[in-house]
């Protein structure tokens, strides 16, 4: 009886666990040095100092009730929306251009769900020991060993979880009092229900799922191929060469050396399945470009490192593409960059980057606008003047309060009305209306088309901005 495909595999397969073998080499090293350098930025950055006369001295802060993100000398407000759809349009053009590149570099080095891992892997190692000891200690019934060294592992996991979804909330409040308050059950509601979410999930993804996030959860792995192309880098195995017209075979005596082994038509590969140790996600590399790799290289580590041992040539599993693995005579791999699709995705990354900077070095201290009210565009007095009415808005992006005076140019000075409001104080990350009105006798009127509304911070003239209006009166065109 033939079983059917679906009844072999499944929507979704049990679990097995993986035990990763340690290993060394330029991959694991960046591995390393990309998770140090993000877990120092995501767990340190809460703690720096940052001198604020409005707000708490930490440099980045993420405040909610205040509507604005502290970011170091920046503050940013719900009116600057746009640098965030810029930064979304950003990573994602980034994303697709790294993709296009080398694979799924993002995944191997810079995602989450791999830092994460990464580190509860090295906890695993530092209490269970090497794969041996581990796969030995899974395999063995529960005594004291195996319950203290996986309930130690359990725990260190969930410490650390727990530190992750504490240092989550500290953006969003002064870190040392949150950290009082916290543990001293003083600090909100939200607060305990966020750290209790984070940490469940974090030790969920981390510890016990691992590489069925990638797998099951996360979306990227499924799509990624319609970014792939025949130039782009990825992680293969050199099937032509550990292959050979026999096979790859172990290095037994009388096929050690590659003349041996050539001379009975084996491949290089000697079929260690150290490659497959190492692997994160637990696949074959040998059995080809699969979803489920995330091009973190480690693999190429460990071949590496046998290849060194027998005296063989490196670079049996690799980076590289396809079009030149599969070229009669593959030369070294390099980066093909010039493809018209990469070289459009790297225009809009330095665009839009470009712009987003100059977006940021540009914005001044507060934003205005002003708007006519038309309905009516005018109105006729008793004694003759045309009277039109303006609504001016005022937001206050500075760290301070701020006052600042309206004023007009090329009418007279009297011609405007601004009622009780010479001055206006704003406090920081709001906004203020001023409903103005403008009088001009009827010959005025007629003869004046537009005139300047100029806004200036009190005592910082340098910063004033200037809105040119119209005036409406009868016999003109609207």
Not at 345 to 351: E, K, M
Request: proline fraction near 5%; include cysteine.
């Amino acid at each position: 009886m033939q079983t059917g495909l679906e009844d072999q595999l499944g929507l979704y397969q049990k679990r097995i666990p993986i035990f990763t073998r340690s290993v060394k080499g330029r991959f694991r090293r960046f591995k390393t040095s990309v998770l140090v350098l993000a877990y120092a930025i995501y767990f340190l950055l809460p703690w720096l100092p940052w001198s604020r006369l409005d707000a708490p001295a930490q440099a980045v802060l993420f405040d909610l009730p205040g509507r604005r993100f502290l970011l170091f000398g920046l503050t940013v407000y719900p009116q600057d929306v746009i640098w965030l759809a810029l930064l979304l349009f950003i990573a994602a053009i980034l994303l697709f251009f790294v993709t296009g590149l080398v694979g799924r570099a993002f995944c191997g080095y810079f995602c989450f769900q791999t830092l994460w891992t990464d580190f509860f892997i090295w906890i695993e190692h530092k209490i269970q020991g090497e794969r041996p000891a581990r796969v030995r200690l899974y395999r063995q019934p529960w005594d004291r060993e195996k319950v203290l060294k996986v309930g130690g592992t359990h725990a260190l996991w969930m410490l650390a979880s727990l530190w992750t979804g504490l240092t989550f909330i500290f953006y969003f409040a002064y870190a040392p009092q949150l950290l009082l308050d916290f543990f001293s059950g003083q600090a909100a509601a939200a607060a305990y229900i966020t750290v209790g979410i984070l940490t469940l999930s974090t030790y969920v993804a981390a510890g016990l799922m691992r590489e069925q996030i990638c797998t099951y959860v996360c979306p990227y792995g499924r799509f990624q191929s319609v970014m792939y192309e025949p130039e782009t880098l990825a992680v293969h195995y050199d099937a032509r060469r550990g292959e050979a017209t026999h096979g790859r075979a172990a290095a037994r005596a009388g096929q050690r050396t590659l003349a041996e082994r050539h001379e009975k038509g084996l491949g290089d590969c000697v079929d260690c399945g150290l490659c497959v140790q190492v692997c994160p996600v637990g696949i074959d590399i040998r059995d080809g470009l699969q979803y489920k790799c995330i091009s973190c290289g480690l693999c190429i580590d460990a071949c590496n490192t046998i290849m060194d041992s027998f005296s063989f040539p490196r670079g049996l599993i690799r980076y590289d593409s396809e079009k030149n693995l599969a070229s009669p005579t593959p030369a070294a791999p390099k980066l093909q960059w010039k493809r018209l699709k990469t070289i459009g995705y790297g225009v809009a990354l330095v665009l839009m980057t470009a712009y987003l900077g100059y977006s940021v070095a540009t914005r001044g201290n507060f934003d205005r606008a002003v708007n006519q009210i038309r309905q009516p565009l005018y109105v006729v007095l008793s004694n003759g003047d045309i009277r039109n009415r303006y609504q001016i808005r005022i937001t206050n992006k500075a760290g301070q309060a701020q006052t600042y005076v309206i004023s007009a140019r090329g009418i007279p000075a009297a011609a405007l009305d601004l009622g009780n409001f010479s001055e206006i104080t704003i406090k920081p990350g709001h906004s203020a209306l001023v409903q103005a009105s403008v009088w001009l006798p009827l010959a005025v009127a007629v003869q004046t088309q537009h005139f300047e509304l100029r806004i200036t911070p009190l005592g910082k003239s340098v910063e004033a901005r200037s809105e040119i209006v119209r005036f409406d009166a009868p016999g003109k065109r609207p």
